[in-house]
């Protein structure tokens, strides 16, 4: 951030002495060492994050109040500027990179010394950063809490319910194509006839075991590290405070948190974040697998299996007229592939607790939220730009499925495989269907081999909903 003219800064002091301000900024010293100190991306905490960050220092004020620790006109003050962190009418006043202090102390003071200076200038209190907001707290357990409390919160509200509403719309078009019979498809190649409502039913249950999955990590995620303070003793906090301010907490935002079991973990280790980041790449690896599927099914659409039509959205090139191209399928492939490289990140940060602190806080919670945004939008498109709105050439289906030599398979009892595989590699050489071939080559009535050979027969079981 460039430095504003000597003229329009301001002094501010911290325990290193002297810094220059912004003089409309509303941090102070120690905010404006961490600017200058990590120039490194310019990625600021996501606003999950910030908000989550406000809803603590709120909280926390209204319990110390409660506990006698601070009187009752500064827990006010406080509580109304951290309502406003909280809201986002300040985030242009949280510049701290990413990339910073380990513990993300940068940010935890960020909050700190603008609650404090916003507090202070409505009440005419002196309201410190460190004496008032942050009394009670360390940036080592508000740091971790702002994670876990930002997480479940993006959860619940965003990612869920869109991960539900994809589900519910590809099951919607399941049902709705029931009636199609199409050609199976393993290593790529044809294999044995499968319903369509059968191939968007797994889809159906991977988006549903997927949500599964990261409902199961937030009872740990809902485990709050606030009372454990600089390593896990407490140490300058009161006894009660930890489980007043989980049910304070819990009263704000409907989510049922409670004092970690053990702070010292909780502190030290980010194992809830990765079990959820873990869920995060299943939910990733899901829509890859249905984006890709998606883009095959489109391929062509004379040169590829050309089975369904997309969407036409935008024009798929800048030299190829009439050219359209798998966009939405596209863009869910590539937020897979993100999310997959912040899961190795967040693994690699996840491990990296020295004793007593994680120091990689700021990254987890940057790379974790970006992740559930990214999945909640991709899953968003997918529902209503991509499976809402295919067709199916139910003509190319039914002719690729007749002359399909793989459905021999269902008289390899009758006839044997080597009998079989010769009248299967007899259909495919002539490109005639296979139920004409079988006449020829078997002994068996028109009637027997129409019924063996009947696709939709084939693809009877397999599901159990």
């Given at each position: 951030m460039a430095h504003k003219p000597q003229e329009d800064r301001r002094i501010e002091r911290d325990s290193l002495g002297e810094v220059t301000v912004p003089s409309d900024a509303l941090w102070g010293a120690q905010t404006q060492r961490a600017i200058d100190n990590f120039p490194v991306s310019g990625w600021r905490l996501p606003r999950p994050f910030i908000r989550a960050l406000g809803l603590i220092k709120g909280t926390a004020a209204t319990v110390n109040e409660e506990l006698g620790l601070l009187d009752a006109a500064r827990a006010k003050a406080i509580r109304l500027a951290a309502g406003e962190i909280e809201e986002g009418a300040h985030d242009a006043q949280f510049p701290v990179d990413v990339f910073q202090s380990g513990s993300g102390s940068s940010t935890n003071m960020n909050a700190n010394e603008v609650i404090a200076r916003l507090a202070g200038g409505r009440s005419g209190l002196l309201v410190h950063p460190n004496d008032h907001v942050n009394l009670g707290q360390s940036s080592n357990d508000v740091i971790p809490t702002a994670i876990h409390v930002s997480a479940c919160m993006e959860v619940e509200a965003r990612l869920l319910p869109a991960l539900r509403r994809l589900a519910d719309s590809i099951e919607a078009r399941a049902a709705e194509l029931h009636h199609i019979v199409k050609t199976g498809r393993t290593h790529l190649m044809d294999a044995m006839p499968v319903r369509m409502d059968q191939e968007l039913g797994a889809w159906v249950s991977q988006v549903r075991l997927a949500a599964a999955g990261i409902e199961g990590t937030l009872p740990r995620l809902r485990r709050l590290a606030q009372?454990?303070?600089?390593?896990?003793?407490?140490?300058?906090?009161?006894?009660?405070?930890?489980?007043?301010?989980?049910?304070?907490?819990?009263?704000?935002?409907?989510?049922r948190f409670v004092p970690s079991e053990d702070f010292f973990e909780s502190l030290s280790s980010q194992g809830a974040a990765v079990a959820l980041s873990g869920q995060l790449k299943v939910v990733a690896v899901a829509f890859m697998k249905i984006a890709n599927d998606l883009r095959w099914m489109g391929s062509g659409p004379l040169a590829g299996l050309g089975e369904i039509s997309l969407p036409a959205l935008q024009p798929g090139s800048s030299i190829m007229p009439g050219k359209v191209n798998p966009v939405i399928p596209e863009s869910v492939t590539m937020v897979s592939a993100q999310v997959i490289g912040y899961d190795a990140a967040i693994t690699v940060a996840g491990q990296s607790g020295n004793f007593q602190l994680n120091a990689m806080l700021p990254l987890i919670a940057c790379d974790l939220l970006q992740s559930i945004a990214l999945l909640a939008a991709a899953a968003d498109l997918l529902a209503t730009k991509a499976i809402a709105g295919f067709t199916v050439d139910e003509d190319r289906l039914s002719q690729s499925l007749e002359q399909n030599p793989i459905l021999i398979t269902a008289l390899t009892g009758r006839i044997g495989y080597d009998a079989a595989a010769r009248i299967a590699l007899k259909a495919y050489r002539e490109r005639r269907p296979i139920l004409e071939v079988a006449r020829e080559e078997t002994d068996l009535p028109e009637s027997v081999l129409a019924g063996i050979l009947d696709p939709r027969t084939l693809t009877q079981g397999g599901m159990r909903r």
């Open positions: 009372g454990g303070t600089a390593v896990g003793t407490g140490v300058q906090t009161h006894e009660e405070f930890a489980g007043r301010f989980a049910t304070h907490l819990s009263a704000r935002t409907g989510i």
